[in-house]
């Protein structure tokens, strides 16, 4: 803290777990010097006002519950308002790694916590469903018939039926390999992912096609799926694992790049090493990581090899990902990319920075701040006017999607590689 004598002060911590993380907690706990600058990036602490419901307020309330001296329970409903979106770890001078704190304490929690019911039963019912995409779609099939319950049903039921598309498109399985066309530049795997292949299986469908016509070939694991991100986000820690495995034993290692298109993918697998840690898989777990990629950074990296037009003029919105932008720091990769296609004027919207409310199951979690984030962003969206709106993650696609369609004459929401496919001479 800056204090009256200008001298910055860390945050001294007596915590003592038996954890494999702990060093890793207890060392973003020691970095934080209170000095708030990252309170202005909080979404939550823009929408509440509240410390706690900041970043510093976070950090303090997880360093006193992992000492021992408050309960758990009180600095839950906090710690469960954050998005995980993490905007205020770029915003922060001290460099602390909130994510480190907040991934390895949301886990230790987990396995301690108790949930009321209808909560415990919402939790079984996603870490059961989204991961597997056969089991989503007949769930999603299900919950299309019952959505005109969705006004008589707790807030985190309807609002899980309220995000099902009214129609869900049929499946698409994508061949197992994808040739480069023309000389080859490169060689990857295409992590098919879970939930995004029922909802939108033509993402990954324009994403590979778009690699192989830039020269790369496209290998796509059958083995291969959900990588537990979405797992890891809520503190499912022993199931995201499985998963992960599986990921381990089914994609090669002598690919260039494992590449995801959902941002919220690329963020978790980047947390792997911190999952994996003293663990036999740690070092498999460090070299998936170092592999794994956007869609949009690797083809930026290795750039387009000819000229691509939108076939007439087109105004359009690129939304970041929160687990694009501050996760990984890719803000300028997906913007260059647009750049170059012919016919289209890219814009940008206030407050750019700031999470839709998606945040892996947060829209399910919390509702009422997900739909509060999810329509501030929307109105910025329209202010811009755009004719599309393009992003890099599922989850942001179908949040916006679903507070646009309360607005006539809305822009369509698509992924940024469905764009830049619709563009290939
Ligand atoms: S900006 Fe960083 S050091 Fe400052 S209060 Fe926030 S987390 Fe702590
Ligand atoms: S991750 Fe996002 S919501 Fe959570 S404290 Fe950081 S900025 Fe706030």
Redesign the pocket.
Known sequence: MAGLCGTIVSMRHDINIDDPRAPEMAEAIEKCVHCGF?LA?????KLLGEEM???RG?IYLMKTALEGRIDPADAQPYID?????????P?CPSEVA??DL?VGYRARQESQRERPPLDAMTRKMVIETLPYPRRFRLAARAGKLGKWLAPALPPTFSAMLDLLPSDLPPSQALPETLPAQGKRRGVVALLPGCAQQVLAPGINHAAARLLAANGVDVHVPRAAGCCGSILLHIGAEQEAQALARRNFAAIADDVDAIITTAAGCGSGIKDYPLLFKNQPEAAAAQSFAAKTMDFSAYLAGIGLRAPMQLPTDTRVVYQDA?HLLHAQGHKAEPRALLREVGNLQLLEIADADT?CGSAGTYNIDQPEIASQLGARKAAAILSAQPDVVVSGNIGCITQIRQQLAQHTGAPPVRHIAQLLHSALP
Request: proline share 8%.
């Open positions: 990252c990036a909080c979404p939550t602490y419901d900041s970043p976070r308002r954050c998005l995980g979106c993490m905007a205020c770890v915003a909130y994510g907040l929160c999470c």
